[in-house]
């Protein structure tokens, strides 16, 4: 009964993968090499950095925005607790504000490095990536950068906690927490914590971007973005 199983569930796979296969092959052409396409991508994935992520460097660009608002990680939410029972909590709120405000700083400086990540990377097959799903460009560029851009923008996050201030207001808030009786000391790791969660929110609205572009014509600004998804309509 398992094979049985185990058969169809394979067959249902490559009958999928068939039928993606098929699709591709009956785009329309329209003159437009693979290149062409793949640089179509690199043009919508970066439209995503010009409009969308710039966005994210003004102040209360984290903060304000529920999409990729940085909330406190689990180990920091019984210190916010604790803050608050005992009367601090504009100093908790602060704590929570500065975290916001380091990825605001950090995706200002680092702008760079995502424009030039999109510039390297390279399609294995941008036509099925064409045809994929809304943020389909951003989840390959995510799957392919993200390790490297992680490495290089993790000393730009430090830089910002740093320069905002949020590495003494945090020192300030555990200690507090730390004198409280009958708490366990914490001592977390908030530059890689906030590093993984910009990240994120940067991915996030590159996404939003992607998907305008796909879904909206106006939205295509150039006459490659309007040549390149006009294939997948």
């Known amino acids: 009964m398992l094979k049985k199983y185990s058969s169809l569930i394979i ?29 179509g991508l690199r043009e ?16 209360d660009g984290f ?10 990680p689990e180990e920091l939410q019984k210190v916010d607790k604790a803050l608050r029972d005992i009367g601090l909590s504009s100093l908790a709120d602060e704590g929570l504000k500065v975290l916001n405000r380091a990825a605001e700083d950090a995706v200002k400086e680092a702008t760079p490095i995502f424009v030039e990540a999109v510039k390297d990377i390279t399609f294995s097959d941008a036509k099925t990536i064409l045809i994929g799903a809304d943020d389909a460009a951003t989840q390959y560029l995510n799957s392919k950068t993200e390790t490297a851009l992680y490495a290089k923008f ?53 996404a939003i971007e992607e998907k305008e572009i796909r879904t909206k014509i106006s939205s295509r600004t150039t006459d490659l973005l309007k040549k390149v998804f006009a294939l997948q309509d």
């Open 11 to 39: 067959l249902m796979i490559f009958s999928s993968c068939a039928q993606l296969q098929d699709v591709v092959n009956q785009l329309p052409q329209g003159g437009l090499s693979e290149v062409e396409i793949a640089k």
């Open 44 to 59: 919508a994935l970066n439209f995503g950095i010009d409009k969308q992520v710039t966005k994210l460097t003004e102040t």
């Open 63 to 72: 903060f304000k925005n529920e999409l990729v608002k940085i909330l406190l």
């Open 154 to 206: 993790h000393p730009v996050i430090q830089a910002s906690f740093a320069r905002v201030g949020a590495d003494q207001i945090w020192e300030s808030l555990i200690n507090k927490y730390n004198t409280i009786p009958f708490t366990q000391n914490v001592d977390p790791d908030l530059t890689s914590y906030v590093t993984s969660e910009a990240l994120e929110g940067v991915f996030t609205m590159i």
